[in-house]
């Protein structure tokens, strides 16, 4: 069987696999890859695969795809991350940013003009941040590329309210910036210049916090909030999002492999993975609605 989408739910997804296989005896053989969330529903909703892992919801243009190519699936929630905003652990400068503090520094504004964190000190000023003496240091921006629902993630927290509260047409990251839908070449480019900036999902930050530091975010009261376990969970962490995979029901229904991958996926040992990835549990009344839903749906 196989699962593509996003890099985030990756790991994760992997890890199950690899538990499928332990338990059957080698006989469940689950092929992973994360070319990213956008690009995996291209291959999921033409019929490509038998699960998307998505860092998001489905976007509308997607489920549409989905209509036309006679796939109709299941959503499941099955974990929690904390998009992770990030610089070099040399830069002693930035500890916190604001959403339009990082609108300034990464929004569409901000492409072709600003060059140093400082050029970015007026647009937030506008905007009314109190983040607005930023360094006078070069901006190196490192960060997933529009097939990552880390991507998009991103865009709806930072850039999209302000966006279109600015009559900006299009929401979305400024352009001029290395982008990569690998996540090992994004650390690599945070860690790469002392006055770095990018963004990874939660995991990706704790496996490699000896290359990268987080940047905190402040949320709607000013009070500025690490990632954590525990900030992730209980949504004090801004950046806080729910993980999914969509199932292909025909699939589902014409592999017995499906069925019980995905229950695996959802049972307390599969749900065990979630932590061992790096990702933060979902509550226990989110985790029975998936259950239940997906209980439904191979009924």
Do not use: H
């Amino acid at each position: 069987m196989f699962v593509t989408g996003s890099s985030t739910v990756e790991p994760i997804s992997i890890k199950v696999g690899e538990l499928a296989k332990t338990l059957s005896g080698g006989g469940l053989a689950v092929t992973v890859e994360g070319p990213g969330t956008g690009d995996g529903f291209k291959t999921f909703c033409a019929g490509g695969a038998d699960i998307s892992d998505a860092s998001r919801k489905i976007k509308d243009t997607e489920a549409e795809a989905c209509k036309t190519g006679g796939v109709e699936y299941i959503e499941l929630a099955i974990a929690i991350d904390g998009l992770t905003v990030a610089t070099s652990p040399k830069n002693t400068t930035v500890d916190c940013l604001d959403t339009k503090a990082l609108y300034a520094l990464l929004g569409p504004e901000s492409e072709g003009t600003v060059s140093k964190w400082s050029d970015a000190n007026a647009l937030a000023t506008e905007l009314g941040s109190k983040y607005n003496n930023l360094p006078d240091a070069d901006l190196v921006v490192s960060g997933p590329g529009e097939e990552s629902g880390t991507y998009d993630t991103f865009v709806e927290f930072a850039i999209k309210s302000i966006a279109a509260e600015r009559k900006i047409e299009k929401a979305a990251v400024r352009a001029d910036y290395s982008s990569s839908a690998n996540d090992n070449l994004i650390v690599e480019g945070i860690e790469g210049s002392d006055d770095s900036l990018g963004w990874v999902g939660y995991a990706f930050y704790v496996a490699e916090a000896a290359r990268m530091k987080a940047i905190a975010i402040a949320n709607k009261e000013g009070a500025c909030v690490l990632p954590s376990p525990e900030t992730i969970a209980d949504g004090s962490y801004p950046f806080s999002r729910t993980l999914y995979i969509y199932v292909n029901k025909a699939k589902a229904a014409a592999n017995p492999a499906v069925v019980a991958y995905v229950s695996l996926y959802l049972s307390e040992q599969g749900l065990a993975e979630v932590p061992a990835a790096g990702y933060v549990p979902l509550g226990a009344d989110k985790i029975q609605a998936s259950v239940a839903a997906w209980t439904a749906a191979k009924a």
